[in-house]
T-cell receptor, first 109, second 114 residues
Framework: GQNIDQPTEMTATEGAIVQINCTYQ??????LFWYQQHAGEAPTFLSY??LDGLEEKGRFSSFLSRSKGYSYLLLKELQMKDSASYLC??????????WGAGTKLIIKP | DGGITQSPKYLFRKEGQNVTLSCEQN?????MYWYRQDPGQGLRLIYY???????QKGDIAEGYSVSREKKESFPLTVTSAQKNPTAFYLC?????????????FGEGSRLTVL
């Protein structure tokens, strides 16, 4: 079966750095997405990785290793507004999106 | 401003009733999707449409129906056949039909069955 694993919840301190991991086992691979979702709101797109390596976008970076079936989202200089759930999703060989359950990130002052 | 509008935001339904959730987009996107989100689970695809007058079942289509008569609109009907309809429903659209691009989501509709 296809599976996406993310930690259920993480806690970090304002101003610090946090890394949210995502491991996947899917039928093929056509890219990996990260979305941010504040409670009760719509998910918003953060990143899309299809090649190995690190992509940086401001305070957020996303890393992919296809050989390891692994990605992480790195958030720097954490702000209180970063408190949200972070969703990892993989596009499989049939171009179907497989979603992880999300990681709830709690930022403390 | 371009975007996706879902309505209503909150909806209560009695058992045995059908309800229809509205989804309208003015992004000129060909592809539209309906997802269901439950606590502790990933988003699950209900239906999707890549072109007007055509739609496909997703992973959990049973108890749901859709139509795509206009490019802008993709309403979802939750029928009485859906055994556990209480959930957060998200509509989305994308420019590309192969999902390699960003999904744009509506604000969601929270359905509660009483």
């Amino acid at each position: 079966g296809q599976n996406i694993d993310q930690p259920t919840e993480m806690t970090a301190t304002e101003g610090a750095i946090v890394q949210i991991n995502c491991t996947y086992q899917t039928s093929g691979f056509n890219g990996l997405f990260w979305y941010q979702q504040h409670a009760g709101e719509a998910p918003t797109f953060l990143s899309y990785n299809v090649l190995d390596g690190l992509e940086e976008k401001g305070r957020f970076s996303s890393f992919l290793s296809r050989s390891k079936g692994y990605s992480y989202l790195l958030l720097k200089e954490l702000q209180m507004k970063d408190s949200a759930s972070y969703l990892c999703a993989v596009l499989d060989s049939n171009y179907q999106l497989i979603w992880g359950a999300g990681t709830k990130l709690i930022i403390k002052p | 401003d371009g975007g996706i509008t879902q309505s209503p935001k909150y909806l209560f339904r009695k058992e045995g009733q059908n309800v229809t959730l509205s989804c309208e987009q003015n992004l000129n996107h060909d592809a539209m999707y309906w997802y269901r989100q439950d606590p502790g689970q990933g988003l699950r695809l209900i239906y999707y449409s890549q072109i007007v007058n055509d739609f496909q079942k997703g992973d959990i289509a049973e108890g749901y129906s859709v139509s795509r008569e206009k490019k802008e609109s993709f309403p979802l009907t939750v029928t009485s056949a859906q055994k556990n309809p209480t959930a957060f429903y998200l509509c989305a659209s994308s420019i590309v039909t192969d999902l390699t691009g960003e999904l744009f989501f509506g604000e969601g509709s929270r359905l509660t069955v009483l």
